[in-house]
C-alpha cells in the first residue's frame, strides 16, 4: 500500500515536471509538512486568471474557461483573426499556416469567437471551488 502511494507520486510528480505548461520557472519547494509545485515566477501555487491575449495563451483551457464563466460569457474573450471567416474550413490546420492565420489550437471557433468543447467536469469539481476559496 505505501509502496503503491509513492509509486504514483513519483508518476504525479514526473507527469507534472513534463508537462508542457510548466515553464521555465517551475519546479518543486519542499516546506516542512510536504513539497509544494510552483510554476509562476513568484513562486506561487494558483496562477491570476488571465486578462490580456498573451496570458489566454499561456494557460490551460480549463483557466481560460473559467475566466470565461466567471466573467459571465460562455466564449474565451480572445480576438480571433477576422481572416478565420473568410477561410472554408477553419479546423484545416494547412489551409490556415498557408495564409498565416493565426489561430487557437484545441478550441472551437464560430461566428468570431472561440469556445472550449473539453466538458466542464473538472471545471465544476476542481477549478472553480479552488477559485471560489481562494479568490
Known amino acids: 500500500m505505501l509502496l503503491g502511494a509513492a509509486l504514483l507520486l513519483g508518476a504525479a510528480l514526473l507527469f507534472y515536471s513534463t508537462s508542457p505548461y510548466v515553464t521555465t520557472e517551475g519546479g518543486f ?14 513562486h506561487d501555487l494558483l496562477v491570476r486568471l488571465p486578462q490580456t491575449p498573451e496570458q489566454y495563451e499561456m494557460n490551460d483551457e480549463y483557466i481560460q474557461m473559467l475566466a470565461a464563466y466567471t466573467s459571465g460569457q460562455l466564449s474565451i474573450p480572445y480576438p480571433a483573426d477576422p481572416r478565420l471567416a473568410q477561410v472554408t474550413n477553419v479546423y484545416d490546420n494547412s489551409e490556415l499556416f498557408a495564409k498565416n492565420i493565426p489561430f487557437l489550437w484545441d478550441h472551437a471557433y464560430h461566428d468570431g469567437k472561440y469556445y472550449v468543447y473539453f466538458g466542464v467536469a473538472p471545471l465544476v469539481i476542481i477549478y472553480y471551488p479552488i477559485y471560489l476559496i481562494t479568490g
Open 29 to 42: 519547494k519542499f516546506i516542512f509538512n510536504g513539497i509544494l509545485p510552483y510554476n509562476t515566477p513568484n
